[in-house]
């Protein structure tokens, strides 16, 4: 975990990843870049409305997509505690280590750490 930081919310904000990657159908740092990505307030501010109005979506790095061979979304992984990038490249270990066939939406990590 990082430190000097108090680790009451983490599993929050594990949740709140991977429940963003199961209602949107992407990574929680795909469904970040999508409304960030042009720097456009108009989409800044509808990705923060539908983080307020359901109160359960985050958008930052560390939820992870699972999906099966027939590409249905079978669930997600959400990891908090670290930096965004840590967090995403622990969810894609677990998935990749579980030896289920599962497809990982990221395909490959960005961790640099």
Known sequence: ????VCHAAFPEFSYAKAYTCV??????RDFR???TATDDNAKIGQMNSMM???GKMAAFPGGVL?????????????VSGAAGDEDEYVALTAA???G???????KE?????
């Not at 975990?1 to 000097?4: C, I, K, P, S, Y």
């Not at 209602?23 to 929680?28: D, F, I, L, N, R």
């Open 109 to 113: 990590h960005s961790c640099t750490t």
């Open 100 to 106: 289920l066939p599962l497809e990982t939406t990221p």
């Open 96 to 98: 990749w280590e579980s």
């Open 1 to 4: 975990r990082m430190d000097d």
């Open 52 to 54: 307020a109005i359901s």
């Open 33 to 35: 870049d999508k409304y």
């Open 66 to 78: 699972l999906r099966n061979g027939e590409n249905e979304i079978v669930g997600a992984i959400g």
């Open 23 to 28: 209602t949107m159908g992407v990574s929680s």
